[in-house]
C-alpha cells in the first residue's frame, strides 16, 4: 500500500468548466525516418479537443526521408488554433539532443512528448492538462495503448487520483507502479528546468536514466489511468540479441551517470531514491538472462564495481523480509554476491513474470547520434 494522499478525481471530462485557467501546454515531436508514420502522428494533433493553449514543435533531426516535408505541408494547410512551429537541426543530435531542444524552445507551463510514429487519442491533452491545472503538479501520468503486439500490458498501476511526497513517489517508480518511458505523460517545464531535467544524449535506454532521475525529484503527481497515447511496435525496429553489446554499453553508462545524479543532488544517502539503483541492477541483470545468460556472473560483477555507494545505505531491514532478502547480496563480496542475487532472482520468477519494459523493445523516433 502506498503512502500518501491521495485525491479521487469526480470528473475528468475535458470540457468540464473549474474555476482556474487551461495551461498553455507545449507538444514536442522529434522527427526522423518516419516518413510513413509521421501524417497520421500529425493529425492526431490537430484533432486534439483541448481548448486552452496548445503549441507543437517538430524538430527536425536531419531526417534523411521526407518525413518533414510531409508535416512542413500537413502544417501549412492548416487553419485550427494550434500554434505550429518547426524547427530545423544543423545536424543530427539523436532522440535525446531532439526532445531536450523541444524542453529549451517550449513557451508553455507543461510540455508532452509525442514520438513520431505515434499518436494521441482526441482528448489526450484536455484528459491531462485540466487536473495539472487544479494541482499545479509536477507530473500528470495518462496510461497509453500498445498497438502492433500481440501482448497486452497493463503499464500504469496507479488510480485516477493525486499522489504526494518523496517516499511515495520514488517507492511508485521503483515498485513498476508506474512506467519508466518519456512519453504519456505531462511535465512541469518549471520543474524540468528549474531541477536541469534534460535528456543525456547519445545513448539508448535515455528514457529510463531520465525518467529515474525525475522520479527521486518529485513532489507531486496527478494520475489518470485512461488511454491518452497510442504506442505503436513498428515491424523492423523491435530489438533482438543482436543488440545485447549495445544494450551493455548503454546500462555502463546509465548507472554510473544515475550515482553521480543521487550525488549531485544530495541523494546518495537517501534509501528511496538508491532503491531505483537496485532497479536499474535488476533490469541490467535481466537483459543479461534473456539474451546472454552465460554472461550472467560476469555482468554482476560489472555491475558491483559501478555502484559506488556505500553497501550500508542499499540495504535495509525497515521494508520487511522479502526486501532485505533481495538486498543482503549487496553486504557479501561480489564473487559472493552473485549466487545470492541469482538464487533470489530465480526463486522470485518461479512464481513471478519479469517486469516489461515497453521502452527498450522498440526504436523509437530519431536515432541515438
Given at each position: 500500500?502506498?503512502?500518501?494522499?491521495?485525491?479521487?478525481?469526480?470528473?475528468?471530462?475535458?470540457?468540464?468548466?473549474?474555476?482556474?485557467?487551461?495551461?498553455?501546454?507545449?507538444?514536442?515531436?522529434?522527427?526522423?525516418?518516419?516518413?510513413?508514420?509521421?501524417?497520421?502522428?500529425?493529425?492526431?494533433?490537430?484533432?486534439?479537443?483541448y481548448q486552452g493553449k496548445l503549441e507543437c514543435l517538430l524538430i527536425d533531426d536531419c531526417s534523411p526521408d521526407k518525413s518533414i516535408d510531409i508535416a512542413t505541408k500537413l502544417v501549412a494547410g492548416y487553419s485550427g488554433s494550434i500554434e505550429f512551429r518547426i524547427i530545423h537541426h544543423k545536424y543530427n543530435k539523436g532522440l535525446s539532443g531532439a526532445r531536450n531542444t523541444g524542453i529549451n524552445e517550449s513557451t508553455g507551463e507543461y510540455c508532452y512528448f509525442l514520438d513520431s510514429d505515434d499518436e494521441l487519442t482526441p482528448d489526450c491533452?484536455?484528459?491531462?492538462?485540466?487536473?495539472?491545472?487544479?494541482?499545479?503538479?509536477?507530473?500528470?501520468?495518462?496510461?497509453?495503448?500498445?498497438?502492433?503486439?500481440?501482448?497486452?500490458?497493463?503499464?500504469?498501476?496507479?488510480?485516477?487520483?493525486?499522489?504526494?511526497?518523496?517516499?511515495?513517489?520514488a517507492k511508485a517508480y521503483y515498485e513498476y507502479k508506474w512506467p519508466q518511458i518519456a512519453v504519456a505523460k505531462l511535465y512541469n517545464?518549471?520543474?524540468?528546468?528549474?531541477?536541469?531535467?534534460?535528456?543525456?544524449?547519445?545513448?539508448?535506454?535515455?528514457?529510463?536514466?531520465?525518467?529515474?532521475?525525475?522520479?527521486?525529484?518529485?513532489?507531486?503527481?496527478?494520475?489518470?489511468?485512461?488511454?491518452t497515447y497510442i504506442y505503436k511496435v513498428r515491424q523492423g525496429s523491435i530489438t533482438t540479441a543482436n543488440d545485447y553489446d549495445r544494450k551493455m554499453l548503454a546500462y555502463v553508462r546509465i548507472l554510473p551517470s544515475f550515482i553521480n545524479f543521487l550525488k549531485n543532488n544530495g541523494l546518495s544517502k537517501?534509501?528511496?531514491?538508491?532503491?531505483?539503483?537496485?532497479?536499474?541492477?535488476?533490469?541490467?541483470?535481466?537483459?543479461?538472462?534473456?539474451?546472454?545468460?552465460?554472461?550472467?556472473?560476469?555482468?554482476?560483477?560489472?555491475?558491483?564495481?559501478?555502484?559506488?555507494?556505500?553497501?550500508?545505505?542499499?540495504?535495509?531491514l525497515s521494508n520487511g523480509l522479502r526486501q532485505?532478502?533481495?538486498?543482503?547480496?549487496y553486504l557479501l563480496p561480489p564473487a559472493i554476491g552473485y549466487y545470492l542475487y541469482d538464487l533470489y532472482d530465480r526463486f522470485y520468477h518461479l512464481k513471478k513474470s519479469r517486469p516489461k519494459v515497453v521502452g527498450r523493445h522498440k526504436s523509437k523516433g530519431t536515432n541515438v547520434g
Open positions: 500500500m502506498l503512502q500518501g494522499m491521495v485525491i479521487r478525481l469526480q470528473d475528468s471530462s475535458p470540457n468540464r468548466r473549474m474555476n482556474m485557467e487551461a495551461p498553455r501546454v507545449s507538444l514536442i515531436i522529434p522527427v526522423y525516418g518516419v516518413e510513413p508514420y509521421i501524417e497520421a502522428c500529425v493529425r492526431s494533433v490537430m484533432a486534439q479537443d491533452i484536455s484528459s491531462l492538462a485540466m487536473p495539472a491545472a487544479k494541482h499545479r503538479v509536477d507530473m500528470v501520468i495518462g496510461e497509453y495503448e500498445v498497438r502492433g503486439s500481440t501482448k497486452i500490458f497493463k503499464h500504469l498501476k496507479l488510480n485516477d487520483g493525486l499522489y504526494e511526497g518523496h517516499k511515495t513517489l517545464l518549471e520543474f524540468l528546468k528549474s531541477h536541469n531535467l534534460f535528456f543525456e544524449e547519445g545513448i539508448i535506454h535515455e528514457d529510463e536514466l531520465w525518467s529515474g532521475e525525475i522520479a527521486c525529484l518529485l513532489h507531486s503527481i496527478q494520475v489518470v489511468n485512461k488511454p537517501d534509501y528511496d531514491s538508491l532503491q531505483l539503483v537496485n532497479r536499474f541492477v535488476y533490469q541490467f541483470f535481466s537483459i543479461t538472462k534473456e539474451d546472454k545468460p552465460s554472461y550472467c556472473k560476469d555482468c554482476y560483477l560489472l555491475v558491483r564495481g559501478l555502484i559506488d555507494v556505500p553497501s550500508r545505505y542499499l540495504f535495509t532485505a532478502i533481495l538486498q543482503s547480496h
